[in-house]
């Protein structure tokens, strides 16, 4: 902007500078470059201005203009060119004008002066009007295009059109026509007989003259050039404000070939019509154009792109409104054959793309496109059915239809439509839990392991497995949501369970019974299978051991074992695991692992009691188990190796080992009990015992009962060894005491007089006098000698008598001499060697 000042004058005794030499200082500084001067000499000459010692100019106010302008400060710009176009002409005009015209070259005679540059203009290079002056066409076409681009950034296009109006009724002066038409079109002339007078413009200024013209007539034709790229014009992103252009300028973008940034402009679009199905469909096909060209080479995007476009176009193909929308457009109404032969033409060419995608990228089934198409296509099929009231878009009269990717890119959308996409969910699971088929289905479709659950039904069970073992589904972690990861390992469990079911139709019996098996710890029931389950364990154990030298039986029982687990009440497979388990068992006898063998052979007889070897097995294994616990009778192992015993003989009444070996048991225990004071049981064990045991036994004497044997029983266990000591001598008499408790057997008392005078000899050695002593009350009265016995107790009084007398006690000491002498004869007592003077004696 420029303001200029006339002449110079003198306040108050100060000497002013002149404005008009300020201006041209501001003019000099603005022509090379010194911005920041030139706008400095300005603002001095317009301070003068307010003290009124200077006067705005055109020249001026469109130096400020020029200055505002590539400052991009708009509104300034704007209110400086509207100052400039509208300030009255000088009043000197006149006698500054030059006969000749300023253009070199122009033979015309002068018209005018230019009120901004001063220069002389002819009628073909300049305009000027009455009331607002002249200006020589350079001038007049820089304050014009830059007036016109500050109005439509700054909004002021209502003021920009005042200004320009009178400029353009000027006579052939075709750039204010052309701009006023682009400005006001309503107002003027169809630009297309001023568009060369727009060939002069900056590209990005014809560009916003073109966007404010399809701004305000939305005319096709004027869209179609507002979107055409400008040679050399900026290609920034469109504003806030513009927004509505995006579709024509996404079509620009992709009839340049441009399809990646046309996507990015129809997403943002959509963004602001999420359910509008012509924003679906046009996002639908620009994000098939992406995924189906050649100018991406970033498989990520491609694939981003194909996923967006399944979705969309999933919803188009479903959706009635598309088809209204389609015949309103076309001007024909179709049949509905003909609507679904072109439905499916077009979901095949998808198919059929997406496919070939697949093949070439080699991704996982599981993973693959045409799967998640197929996914999106059921979905959007059957949703209406469930949801035919909530799925009417606000504000619209008909309804529409998508599948779960569509529903994930609504709810990325947020606020109510994030809202609408849960309400779709719940109202799916609330006619899934009431038991609507169509609703079962539909939650299966819009959930996350939808694919797999589709994938599995079409057979593809062994993809199914391998995408969800991929994703870590077998494994448990803490941090995932418990149930997102039950859900899809009940889909893990249903697809190995498919699978071992082909396995054992197919005879794969071995894979059959590891995938039943696997299936069962994922949580499948396999109840109402056991059939097949033993079927396939059955044929597999025989797989293991048919025409083979060596059977690894070891690997027969486990895989048996694996699936009786399975299938508990299967008759074959638990007599062929039987079989297993006796030549398991006889393995392990032939390496004398008893306890192993004894196991084995127990586990073959549960499951199969009529298996006669295993019977026989197991008995003899329990027998010579039972056998060895009784090697040495220890007390303690006596009732378990009895009741081992009895389970034998209750398997087989008639096993004579097994019988012999009890009989002994209920023998042993039955003198066990009777040592114990246990008179009943030792009686009732005796007599069980004698039933046991073969008649020509030599326990068993003709005409005697079971009290005599048990006498017998207990004599025998008294039978007297060199050096016992003490302990063995009492539990000697103390057996022998219990024996004749029972029967009096005729060799008894002279065993129990004779171990009476071993313990009384063994006391005294020790000086134990009164014990010794002692023991002579337990002499038996029908002893026939008891000499020894005697001589062992005279002896004892004898040396006790001593020890008295030695310890001056004479009165005890004569007392236990009168009592040797009554155990002992006088031959006895010289061998104590008495002498007459003893005292003792």
């Not at 122009?106 to 001063?118: I, K, S, Y």
């Not at 076409?141 to 009178?166: G, K």
């Not at 024509?248 to 009839?255: C, D, G, I, N, V």
């Not at 839990?433 to 289905?441: N, P």
Request: charged residues 30%; contains cysteine; hydrophobic residues 40%.
């Amino acid at each position: 902007m420029s303001y200029t000042v006339w002449g110079g004058a003198e306040d108050d005794g100060a000497v002013i500078d002149d404005p008009s030499l300020v201006l041209d200082e501001a003019v000099a500084a603005y022509v090379h470059g010194r911005f920041a001067m030139a706008v400095s000499k300005l603002r001095r000459v317009e301070r003068m201005a307010a003290a009124g010692h200077a006067v705005i100019d055109v020249r001026h106010a469109a130096l400020r203009g020029a200055l505002a302008a590539r400052a991009q400060n708009w509104a300034e710009c704007c209110d400086w060119y509207l100052r400039t176009l509208a300030l009255s002409p000088a009043s000197d005009r006149a006698c500054q004008r030059s006969p000749f015209c300023f253009q070199a070259g122009c033979t015309g005679l002068t018209a005018d002066l230019c009120d901004q540059c001063g220069r002389c203009f002819c009628s073909e290079h300049g305009a000027g009007h009455g009331q607002v002056g002249a200006r020589c066409s350079p001038c007049l076409d820089v304050a014009l295009h830059n007036l016109v681009q500050a109005a439509i950034l700054a909004d002021r296009v209502d003021a920009a059109v005042e200004a320009l109006t009178p400029w353009a009724c000027t006579a052939n002066w075709a750039t204010a026509k052309a701009l006023l038409a682009y400005l006001a079109p309503g107002n003027a002339t169809d630009p297309g007989e001023q568009a060369d007078a727009l060939a002069c413009l900056e590209p990005d200024r014809r560009a916003a003259l073109l966007l404010h013209r399809a701004s305000t007539t939305l005319h096709p034709t004027d869209l179609e050039r507002a979107c055409a790229q400008e040679p050399g014009a900026s290609d920034a992103p469109l504003s806030e404000k513009d927004g509505w252009l995006r579709p024509w300028a996404a079509r620009r973008l992709s009839r340049t070939g441009r399809h990646v940034e046309a996507w990015r402009l129809r997403y943002e679009e959509w963004l602001t019509r999420p359910v509008d199905i012509s924003a679906v469909h046009a996002l639908a096909l620009t994000a098939l154009r992406v995924f189906t060209g050649d100018t991406e080479t970033d498989d990520r995007v491609r694939e981003e792109a194909a996923r967006q476009a399944i979705a969309c176009w999933a919803t188009v193909l479903h959706s009635v409104s598309y088809w209204r929308e389609l015949g309103r457009h076309s001007g024909r109404s179709s049949t509905a054959d003909e609507l679904k032969t072109a439905s499916d033409a077009l979901t095949e060419r998808i198919r059929q793309a997406l496919r070939d995608d697949d093949r070439t990228v080699e991704r996982p089934t599981a993973d693959s496109l045409e799967l998640a198409w197929e996914v999106e296509l059921a979905a959007a099929r059957i949703l209406p059915e469930v949801m035919e009231d909530v799925l009417t878009p606000l504000g619209c009269g008909y309804g529409f239809s998508s599948g779960r990717g569509f529903l994930d890119l609504l709810s990325s959308v947020g606020g109510r439509w994030k809202d609408l996409v849960a309400e779709v969910h719940n109202a799916v699971s609330e006619a899934s839990r009431e038991g609507d088929e169509t609703g079962a289905r539909l939650a299966v479709l819009l959930s996350p392991e939808g694919r797999y659950r589709t994938l599995l039904e079409s057979g593809g069970f062994d993809e199914v497995i391998a995408g969800l073992e991929a994703e870590g589904t077998a494994r448990h972690d803490a941090r995932e949501n418990a149930e997102s990861l039950q859900s899809r390992r009940r889909v893990l469990g249903a697809a190995l369970f498919a699978r071992a079911q082909a396995g054992a139709e197919a005879r794969r019996w071995s894979a059959a019974i590891r995938d039943f098996e696997r299936a069962a710890s994922f949580g499948v029931c396999l109840t109402g299978h056991e059939e097949d389950i033993g079927r396939a364990g059955v044929h597999a154990g025989f797989a293991l051991y048919k025409n083979r030298a060596e059977v690894d039986w070891q690997a027969y029982v486990g895989l048996l074992e694996r699936a009786l687990a399975m299938a508990p009440h299967h008759e074959q497979l638990k007599r062929d695991l039987a079989v297993g388990c006796v030549r398991l068992g006889e393995q392990a006898s032939r390496q004398n692992e008893h306890d192993e063998a004894r196991v084995r052979f127990a586990r073959a007889y549960d499951l199969d009691p009529s298996n006669e070897t295993a019977v026989a097995a197991l008995n003899a294994a329990e027998t010579g188990n039972a056998e060895r616990l009784l090697e040495g009778y220890p007390f303690s192992r006596l009732p378990q190796a009895i009741e081992m015993l009895r389970r034998v003989l209750d398997r087989d009444e008639a096993f004579q080992p097994a019988r012999r070996a009890l009989a002994d048991a209920l023998y042993e225990h039955a003198l066990d009990a009777a040592v114990n004071d246990d008179r009943a049981d030792a009686l009732s064990l005796m007599r069980e015992s004698r039933s046991l045991s073969d008649r020509d036994s030599r326990r068993w004497s003709s005409g005697r009962g079971p009290k005599h044997a048990i006498a017998t029983g207990l004599y025998e266990r008294a039978v007297l060894y060199d050096e016992l000591d003490e302990d063995d001598l009492r539990e000697t008499l103390d057996l022998l005491t219990v024996a004749r408790s029972y029967e009096v057997l005729p060799e008894i008392s002279d065993v129990q007089v004779s171990a009476l005078a071993d313990l009384v000899e063994l006391l005294s050695g020790e000086e134990n006098y009164d014990a010794a002593i002692a023991l002579v009350r337990r002499c038996p009265r029908d002893v026939v000698d008891r000499s020894r016995l005697d001589s062992a107790v005279a002896t004892a009084y004898a040396r006790r008598a001593r020890r008295h007398l030695d310890q001056g006690d004479s009165a005890a000491a004569r007392s236990d001499t009168r009592s040797a002498r009554k155990y002992a004869s006088a031959r006895q007592l010289s061998l104590f060697r008495a002498d007459e003077a003893d005292p003792l004696w």
